[in-house]
């Protein structure tokens, strides 16, 4: 159950002319934009619009009485040493022509405060136009993605990753790869049939790099024993026979081919590097265990060197033996395994 606490006051952690430009000039600042801030910088406990207590709030809202069309959605701020900030606008609320009560109340309101000074009816008003803008700004920040970052207990990604099946606690951070990056590609993940347009767009936009892919490469696959031929075997001739200890495959295997690269971007790509694992992982995380696949890194022209002394390069993957024409074109001699890589 709530309890009564002390009011809130805003942290340090506006940037600190923060309110010297608002007061100036509020006009130029819309309701959201500074409720955001609040929202975002604030420190309470819960967003703004969640709180049953409007005392822990980092701010007051209120409307000011008044018969203006409004010119934008704050017309005053004003800070209270005891006590949290109170914006003040005209766009919504009890008075005003646009609001529900008669327009002689608002008459009315407007001249106890100018003639007489007395507040009563407007702060009474002012209870529930707090909790109503409140809420209304509430309504508009949980259907923003973006807004929803601004607190650690957002829920928007939640929402989007359960879509490709990561909603769990349990499901994040498993591997190199930055969730919200998953998140970002959720409509080529969520699809139920891979296909190469996907991989190659989450992979192209992930490293800015060019991608492309080539289907149906050969392979061999090698036969358990019990499947090979043999003297005790009852396999029929011409149907299920097959000699030898392994078989031609073309149907479960791609191949990636990234670039042509620079010298720079090529080394990237080496087996046991930082991006060398984030593709495998993005590969596993698209297409699973069930197709085989290598890569082919393509490296420019321009930068292929032979071996000189004092430079090193690993060998089989950066290093080419005497000059390389450059009518030859781009190097394409390198083709890694990362999966079988890692195994060794």
């Given at each position: 159950m709530?309890?009564?606490?002390?009011?809130?006051?805003?942290?340090?952690?506006?940037?600190?002319?923060?309110?010297?430009?608002?007061?100036?000039?509020?006009?130029?600042?819309?309701?959201?934009?500074?409720?955001?801030?609040?929202?975002?910088?604030?420190?309470?406990?819960?967003?703004?619009?969640?709180?049953?207590?409007?005392?822990r709030?980092?701010?007051?809202?209120?409307?000011?009485?008044?018969m203006?069309?409004?010119?934008?959605?704050?017309?005053?701020?004003?800070?209270?040493?005891?006590?949290?900030?109170?914006?003040?606008?005209?766009?919504y609320?009890?008075?005003?022509?646009?609001g529900?009560?008669?327009?002689?109340?608002?008459?009315?309101?407007?001249?106890?405060?100018?003639?007489?000074?007395d507040?009563?009816?407007?702060?009474?008003?002012?209870i529930?136009?707090?909790?109503?803008?409140?809420?209304?700004?509430?309504?508009?920040?949980?259907?923003?993605?973006?807004?929803?970052?601004?607190?650690?207990?957002e829920?928007?990604?939640?929402?989007?990753?359960?879509?490709?099946?990561?909603?769990?606690?349990?499901?994040?951070?498993?591997d190199?790869?930055?969730?919200?990056?998953?998140y970002?590609?959720?409509?080529?993940?969520?699809?139920?049939?891979?296909?190469?347009?996907?991989?190659?767009?989450?992979?192209?936009?992930?490293?800015n790099?060019?991608?492309s892919?080539?289907?149906?490469?050969?392979?061999?696959?090698?036969?358990?024993?019990?499947?090979?031929?043999?003297?005790?075997?009852?396999?029929?001739?011409?149907?299920?026979?097959?000699?030898?200890?392994?078989?031609?495959?073309?149907?479960?295997?791609?191949?990636?081919?990234?670039?042509?690269?620079?010298?720079?971007?090529?080394?990237?790509?080496?087996p046991?590097?930082?991006?060398?694992?984030?593709?495998?992982?993005?590969?596993r995380?698209?297409?699973?265990?069930?197709?085989?696949?290598?890569?082919?890194?393509?490296?420019?022209?321009?930068?292929?060197?032979?071996?000189?002394?004092?430079?090193?390069?690993?060998?089989?993957?950066?290093?080419?033996m005497?000059?390389?024409?450059?009518?030859?074109?781009?190097?394409?001699?390198?083709?890694?395994?990362?999966?079988?890589?890692?195994?060794?």
């Amino acid at each position: 159950m709530d309890t009564p606490s002390d009011p809130v006051t805003p942290t340090n952690t506006l940037p600190p002319d923060f309110w010297q430009k608002l007061e100036a000039d509020p006009y130029r600042f819309g309701l959201y934009h500074v409720l955001r801030w609040l929202d975002a910088r604030s420190g309470t406990r819960k967003p703004l619009g969640r709180d049953s207590l409007p005392s822990r709030e980092p701010v007051r809202l209120r409307q000011e009485p008044s018969m203006a069309f409004a010119p934008s959605t704050i017309c005053d701020v004003d800070r209270d040493k005891d006590g949290p900030p109170v914006v003040s606008i005209l766009s919504y609320g009890l008075f005003g022509p646009n609001g529900p009560l008669p327009l002689h109340l608002t008459e009315y309101v407007r001249e106890r405060i100018v003639h007489h000074r007395d507040h009563t009816l407007s702060a009474f008003a002012d209870i529930f136009h707090h909790r109503l803008i409140a809420l209304f700004y509430r309504a508009w920040a949980d259907a923003q993605s973006t807004v929803s970052l601004d607190r650690p207990e957002e829920n928007f990604s939640r929402h989007v990753a359960s879509l490709i099946n990561q909603g769990q606690k349990s499901l994040k951070q498993r591997d190199s790869i930055m969730d919200h990056a998953k998140y970002f590609f959720a409509g080529h993940l969520v699809r139920q049939t891979r296909n190469p347009e996907g991989i190659i767009q989450i992979l192209k936009t992930f490293f800015n790099i060019n991608v492309s892919l080539k289907e149906f490469v050969p392979q061999w696959i090698e036969l358990h024993p019990s499947q090979q031929l043999g003297l005790n075997g009852s396999m029929g001739l011409g149907k299920d026979t097959i000699l030898g200890s392994s078989v031609r495959d073309a149907q479960h295997k791609f191949r990636l081919l990234l670039g042509p690269l620079t010298r720079s971007e090529f080394d990237q790509f080496m087996p046991g590097t930082s991006k060398a694992k984030q593709l495998t992982h993005w590969l596993r995380h698209y297409v699973g265990i069930e197709l085989n696949w290598d890569v082919e890194v393509v490296l420019k022209k321009e930068d292929i060197k032979g071996i000189r002394l004092g430079e090193a390069s690993p060998l089989g993957l950066g290093t080419w033996m005497g000059l390389r024409p450059n009518s030859a074109g781009d190097a394409h001699d390198v083709v890694i395994d990362y999966e079988l890589r890692e195994k060794l």
